[in-house]
């Protein structure tokens, strides 16, 4: 088992390498240095530049930029500065004299990290993974046990729904529907510290993994209905709701466990529109920020944080996996 | 016995062979009786008509449409769709603009039906574009294997890794003040970041269906006859693993068409245009965009472009879902 998870963390380290080196590439053929200012705006003049560029070390060749950003680099008095290895994400261009993890990881005042940008999104992650399976189960298992019915066919067209029609979309319509036409919501609160306000970004952000879940839920328990083994727990007697409940929901929630992390993943890296929409602090919305303004050492380290964040949450789905069904073998 | 009976009846047998044969209904093919499974499905069918209309409405779009989608009409910003005589703002409606008007007096109707071309277009251009890499690389790599299909292998992993939507904006932020950016308003920089990602599905899926089918007996037989390796590619084993590529393509066009969207509410797909002579003058990502800051004064300017493409896509998606069931039965309910 140790040496089945060390060599899928292993993988990770091509992924990082080959994710940041796309970025940085596509950084650096970009036209225009991160200086630039918008044509009407007042340039930052030719000697701040050069000052700004020996600062932030963009007068040295690009391999070593590249290399200072993934290892480190060994500024003009000799002291070793470490890159990305250590977790370093380097400076912003844009919000001055903040690190990107400052920016991303730190937290107002003396708050704790939950509210922080990362915290703030990882909360609303969780929230619609938990609205996804608090809904989406449910939903899976009554539909499978009344099959071709109307509930079952009233499912699966929201089913349906939640999985084709884009968040964005579906978070226009929500917002027109509760906050403009019955004013039930404001739309971008003054506040976070209600609950009251994260129901419907969460719910938004949720639909589209809770039908999915819902319908993994659904395909997983029929399968299950039809394995002999349900037959033999019915013909020995006992009630159906033990069939149902330990031996049919048990069995068939195996795959939905597994997509879990995977979900969860894709729901924090996924928010980042519904983010903006809401006014949510985020980091999301930090990262839509950081393109609108062309902060490219922003756009760098969200996109590897979250391209890391997606890998990660790939590996849980095998080590869940191995865990949950001794069937699978670890190679 | 059997001689006895056999000898005399020869005629007759013959002439009620020849009604049987008269009477067998005539031989269908694999494609035509998944055809007949498909227009059972009445979901897909109306997919398929959604499918058509946005089709015909995106190619005429110039003739359909009732104002010209750039023009702009003084002191008519933000009229209400006529439906409703009096908006939130106190104007009253006007029956020539059905969904009413933006901020500077252009006619939604004629804007959303202008969108319909970058869908579409979208939808099926880097699609097609990636069908034809894909299943080349897939067949080949599938086939002859060795160096080349490891290669393949490793890169598809590494694709897979890389969350899709973050490269395209990497992309779509980075190269859009350059030549290639510009071109097309964009959208050509935004087809080629598409299509640079899309194949490797395809590639996979096609490379599985080669490695089982090359193993099979008419394989053999083909090559028996002296059958070259590009034929027996191309005609034998390509027909036969087409069924899994037209399921994916129709689960990637609706993928396309969000991607599209997405980036044009990012402000980052196709860049509006002024001209009235280009094709290609707004998105639905971009009329959403433009229309996210009046969403109490005029709803309908996000709702028009939010209803097309939640219609296009769910289209697209009852397609895909009456295609698997069609093309392969066997899968028939699951997922």
């Known amino acids: 088992m140790g040496k089945f998870l060390l060599r899928r963390m292993l993988w990770l ?114 929230y619609a993974l938990l609205f996804a399976i608090i809904i989406g189960i449910p939903a899976g298992v009554i539909s499978a046990l009344k099959q071709n019915t109307m509930v079952d066919y009233l499912s699966l067209f929201i089913v349906t729904i939640g999985i084709s029609v884009p968040n964005f979309v579906m978070a226009i319509f929500l917002i027109i529907i509760f906050a403009s036409t019955l004013h039930m919501v404001s739309i971008v609160p003054r506040s976070w510290d209600e609950v009251s306000v994260w129901i419907l970004p969460a719910v938004i952000l949720g639909f ?8 993994l839920t659904r395909g997983s328990m029929l399968e299950t209905m039809r394995q002999d083994y349900i037959r033999t727990a019915r013909s020995k007697g006992l009630s159906e709701r033990v069939v149902i409940v330990r031996h049919m929901i048990k069995n068939s929630l195996i795959p939905v466990v597994t997509i879990l992390g995977p979900a969860l993943a894709a729901l924090v890296t996924g928010s980042f529109i519904i983010e903006t929409m809401f006014g949510f602090p985020g980091m999301g919305r930090a990262y839509v920020t950081a393109i609108g303004q062309r902060d490219y050492s922003m756009i760098m380290g969200t996109t590897l944080i979250y391209a890391v964040l997606v890998a990660l949450a790939n590996v849980s789905v095998d080590v869940v996996y191995v865990f949950l069904d001794p069937r699978i073998r670890l190679d | ?32 009786d998944a055809w007949s499974r498909l227009i059972k499905n009445k979901a897909s069918v109306v997919g398929m008509i959604i499918i058509v209309i946005f089709t015909f409405l995106a190619l005429f779009a110039s003739v359909i449409a009732p104002h010209n ?38 006619d939604v109707l004629s804007r959303t039906l202008y969108g319909a071309r970058v ?10 574009i990636i069908i034809v890499i894909g299943t080349i690389v897939g067949l080949f790599s599938g086939y002859r294997g060795g160096r080349m299909d490891n290669i393949l292998m490793r890169l598809t992993d590494v694709f897979y890794a890389f969350p899709d939507l973050l490269f395209f904006i990497i992309v779509m932020v980075t190269l859009r003040q350059t030549y290639i950016g510009q071109l097309l308003n964009g959208l050509f920089l935004l087809f080629s970041a598409l299509a640079l990602v899309g194949w490797v599905g395809f590639a996979r899926i096609v490379r ?40 994916l393509t129709a689960m990637t066009i609706p993928g396309m068409i969000i991607t599209e969207a997405i980036l044009g509410y990012l402000g980052l797909g196709l860049i509006p245009s002024t001209n009235p002579k280009d094709f290609f003058i707004t998105s639905w990502g971009a009329s959403m965009l433009e ?16 209803i097309a493409v939640s219609l296009v896509v769910l289209a697209f998606t009852f397609l895909g879902d009456g295609l698997r069931d069609a093309l392969d039965p066997r899968l028939q309910g699951t997922q």
């Open chain 1, 13 to 126: 380290i091509p992924v990082i390498l080959v994710v940041s080196t796309i970025t940085f590439v596509l950084m650096h053929a970009a036209p225009g240095g991160p200086w630039d200012r918008d044509l009407s705006a007042r340039q930052v003049d030719p000697a701040t530049q050069k000052m700004l560029n020996t600062y932030y070390g963009l007068d040295k060749p690009l391999w070593r930029q590249f290399t200072a950003y993934l290892i480190g680099d060994i500024d003009s008095e000799g002291k070793f500065d470490c890159g990305l290895i250590c977790g370093d994400l380097g400076p912003s261009y844009r919000q001055r004299g903040l690190t990107i993890q400052q920016i991303l990881f730190m937290p107002p005042e003396e708050k704790s990290i939950i509210y922080s940008r990362f915290g703030y999104s990882m909360r609303l992650g969780v």
């Open chain 1, 208 to 215: 589209n993994t809770m039908a999915r879940t819902a319908r």
């Open chain 2, 1 to 32: 016995m059997t001689t006895q009976v056999s000898q005399p009846s020869t005629g007759k047998t013959q002439a009620h062979i020849a009604d049987l044969t008269m009477m067998t209904v005539k031989p269908r093919s694999l494609w035509m």
């Open chain 2, 69 to 106: 989608p750039l023009q702009i009409n003084d002191g008519k910003g933000f009229l209400p769709p006529t439906w409703i005589e009096v908006g939130p703002n106190g104007k009253a409606s006007d029956p020539a603009y059905f969904f009413g008007t933006d901020t500077l007096g252009r």
């Open chain 2, 119 to 128: 869908s579409m277009t979208v939808g099926f251009l880097p699609t097609f």
């Open chain 2, 208 to 247: 599985g269906q080669t490695l089982s089918l090359k193993e099979k007996e008419f394989i053999e037989a083909a090559r028996c006859m002296g059958a070259t390796d590009s034929r027996i590619m191309f005609r034998h084993i390509l027909p036969n693993s087409l069924g899994p590529v037209i399921i």
């Open chain 2, 291 to 306: 229309g996210q800051t009046a969403i109490n004064a005029q709803p309908w300017l996000l709702l028009a472009p939010a």
